[in-house]
């Protein structure tokens, strides 16, 4: 027998290997439940799947997992997802990191490089992803960060301080919760941009996120138009801003950021291909 088990033969207690060949959910979520459960690197769980577990660790592992088979995203069941190599807490309340979230990062770091003590600033940043990953990689930034919820900033100050990042948080909606800041060298956002009337927002993850990080409530374009709108009173002139976007949005964004003044106005593509990023440089002021 190549798997060691003898023929016939009945373990009469659950191991991570037959708790898991008995498991609807794919191995690898499997294993970051147990993982999770019984705080171990995924080497150690192969290494030792078979060996008997708790019967309240099993108990454990099947509330977990019909949480995750009622749909619920595995972010919020283990309480954090990997963003820009560095793991961040997450919670019902706060938008869960995306992959595609890091070509906005990646494209700020990019403008930040050689500019000594910038100034930036993210707006609507719910699990701080971005204004953390900026501070941690920008040496001498100084990095301001919103949001409109009290929960998401809870956690973003959590994630600031478990990273050793400085980052200055402010309440509130947009720029209003920013009063008499300016001066900034870049302004970076990842707003809600779903249009209200999209089918996604019942579907998948999204049914388990905020509609408040998700959609504006309207055409999918008013919160990147309150941002683009506002921002030349912010940046310095010659400063830059990037959005992201929807899959369908990059000409809209690009139209609203030449109609307030921009130049050198472009998008960027995902890992995906989709045109999902797109800034300019403030000219005006
Ligand atoms: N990128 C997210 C999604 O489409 C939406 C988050 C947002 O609106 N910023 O799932």
């Not at 003590?117 to 501070?135: M, W």
């Not at 956002?189 to 409530?217: K, M, V």
């Not at 921009?262 to 890992?271: E, M, P, R």
Request: hydrophobic share 45%; net charge negative.
């Amino acid at each position: 027998m190549t798997d060691g088990a003898t023929p016939g033969a009945q373990a009469d207690f659950d191991s991570v290997y037959s708790v898991s060949q008995e498991s609807s959910l794919p191995r690898l979520e499997v294993h970051m439940l147990w993982q999770h459960i019984l705080q171990v690197s995924r080497a150690w769980l192969i290494a030792h799947d078979r060996d008997p577990l708790a019967p309240d660790t099993v108990a454990r592992f099947l509330e977990l997992q019909s949480r995750r088979l009622a749909g619920e995203p595995m972010a919020y069941i283990l309480g954090h997802r990997e963003f820009m190599g560095r793991d961040f807490l997450v919670g019902p309340g706060v938008l869960i990191p995306r992959p595609e979230t890091e070509l906005l990062v990646e494209t700020a770091l990019d403008y930040l490089q050689g500019l000594p003590a910038p100034r930036v600033l993210d707006l609507g940043t719910g699990t701080g992803a971005i204004a953390v990953s900026i501070a941690l990689n920008v040496s001498g930034a100084r990095v301001a960060a919103t949001d409109l919820s009290a929960d998401a900033l809870v956690i973003a100050r959590r994630n600031a301080q478990e990273l050793g990042a400085e980052v200055e948080f402010f309440q509130g909606s947009w720029y209003d919760a920013l009063v008499g800041h300016s001066g900034f060298d870049l302004i970076v956002s990842n707003p809600p941009y779903i249009a209200a009337c999209d089918p996604h927002l019942g579907q998948g993850d999204l049914r388990f996120e905020p509609a408040l990080a998700l959609t504006d409530g309207s055409d999918g374009l008013s919160a990147l138009r309150t941002i683009v709108q506002g921002a030349g009173a912010r940046l310095k002139p010659g400063a830059a801003l990037y959005l992201e976007h929807g899959w369908d949005q990059a000409l809209a964004v690009r139209q609203l950021l030449q109609q307030a003044g921009f130049t050198q106005v472009a998008s960027l593509q995902d890992l995906a291909g989709i045109e999902r990023v797109t800034g300019g440089i403030y000219n005006q002021g």
